[in-house]
Structure formats: structure tokens, C-alpha cells
């Protein structure tokens, strides 16, 4: 598992090199800006937080005189819109200069707006994986990586599974067609264990082409349960 600097150069689309041969791209997606705003930058809740402080300090402001005045109000409500418009901007920056792929081999997350990373991580590598699916159409797919590895949270935010920060999960955050997109991950995760497991008991690893069952040696069981959001 490594990390790699800057996409300028990029060999295609969110890969930092051409694929080696027997490798091919199954998914590729990026988060929606609007979702990833609500739900990792908490526009949403900060909005009506702001407003419900405008609110009290028209109130408190009305009842210190009867002759008083916009201005201060007019000061809150300036701050609070370059507030929310800065971070929307962030949200909107970070969407588009995230992009996630899925290979036959690994999950790639090519991440960051001021620093840029690469993350390769291979499927053999990844533990479970879990789907939370929202009522907007949104989804979070978050990678439990094994023990063994580890992220730093930092380097992964907003890309990162909420709340989680002893062992970060990476997280293909807010995209759309999250449930095919779990689909593909699982039967890929399947596909590459079943092979590993074929290995290592000397026998011929399954062919890509044929789709391996899912207690084909694997070491571990990849979940894919879609949640709904309350």
C-alpha cells in the first residue's frame, strides 16, 4: 500500500501509471459536491445554526430598544454567508479533485485539493467493506483495512469513514450508484481471495473470467449491507 504525490501527470484518470497487464479499471466514480457538503462539511446543520443565532440576536437586539438598529444584523448575516459559501467552495474543491477507481486488483482513491494523494489499495488488503445509502441517492462505502495498515486520518479527511479515528476506514464518500458500486467491489474482493486461497492450497487460482464463490477460501468475509440513514 503506497501513496503518491500530484495528478498532473497521470497515466489516465485518477491512476498514477499505466495499469500492468492483467489489470483493468471495473468502476470509476467522484463524490457528488452538493452531498459531500451536507454530509462531511455539515452545511446543512450549520445553516440552521447560524439561523437560529440570527434569530436570537434579532430578538435580543429588538428588545433592548424599540428604535434599533439593521446593522449588526446585517455584520452576522455577511460573516455567516462567507462562512457557508467557503465551505461550500472546500466541498466543491475537494469533489472535484477526488476521483475513485475500482480494479480487478485494488481500490484506488486519488484524493486532496492543496496536497494530492494516490492511495493503492489492494483488494487483498481490505477486510470488509460496508455501505451506508442516504435518502438523497448518496452513498458511503467504507474499506476496513486490515490491521497490519493503517492511513492517518488526516491525510484521508473528508474521504474517511465519520467518527472512526483509532483505525481510519478510507471511504468512497457520497457517490451515486453506491449499491452497484458495492456490487462490483464484492465480487472483485471475492474473485482475488478465492485466487490468494487457490495459492497458497497449491490448487489452480479461478479464472478472472468465472465468477468464485464466496466461501472459496477467503480469508475473511466482505459485508456489503446497505444501511438506511435515519
Known amino acids: 500500500m503506497k501513496a503518491t504525490h500530484e495528478h498532473e501527470f497521470e497515466a489516465q484518470p485518477g491512476l498514477p501509471e499505466k495499469l500492468p497487464k492483467g489489470e483493468h479499471i471495473l468502476w470509476q466514480g467522484a463524490p457528488h459536491w452538493w452531498a459531500l457538503g451536507v454530509h462531511a462539511f455539515h452545511l446543512q446543520s450549520l445553516g440552521i445554526y447560524f ?9 435580543f437586539l429588538s428588545g433592548q430598544s ?14 455567516i454567508a462567507l462562512t ?7 466541498a466543491w474543491m475537494s469533489a472535484s479533485t477526488s476521483l475513485y477507481t475500482i480494479t480487478n486488483k485494488r481500490v484506488v482513491m486519488r484524493v486532496g485539493v492543496v496536497f494530492s494523494f494516490t492511495f493503492n489499495l ?19 462505502i467504507s474499506l476496513t483495512l486490515k490491521k497490519s495498515d493503517r492511513i ?12 472512526v479515528l483509532h483505525h481510519p476506514e478510507p471511504t468512497l464518500r457520497c457517490i451515486h450508484e453506491g449499491t452497484q458500486c458495492a456490487q462490483i467491489l464484492r465480487s472483485a474482493w471475492e474473485r482475488v481471495n478465492a485466487q490468494a486461497a487457490a495459492s497458497a492450497f497449491g490448487g489452480t487460482p479461478a479464472s478472472e473470467s468465472q465468477p468464485s464463490h464466496p466461501s472459496a477460501g477467503a480469508a475473511c468475509e466482505l459485508k ?7
Do not use: V
Request: hydrophobic residues 50%; negative net charge; contains cysteine.
Open 224 to 230: 456489503a449491507s446497505l444501511m438506511e440513514s435515519a
Open 152 to 163: 492517518s486520518w488526516l491525510h484521508l479527511w473528508p474521504h474517511a469513514r465519520p467518527w
Open 122 to 140: 489492494p483488494l487483498h488488503q481490505i477486510e470488509s467493506a460496508q455501505e451506508l445509502h442516504r435518502k438523497d441517492a448518496s452513498s458511503d
Open 51 to 59: 439561523a437560529l443565532m440570527l434569530a436570537l440576536q434579532a430578538s
Open 84 to 90: 457557508l459559501c467557503a465551505l461550500a467552495a472546500w
Open 66 to 79: 424599540e428604535d434599533w438598529s439593521l446593522r449588526p444584523l446585517l455584520i452576522t448575516g455577511t460573516l
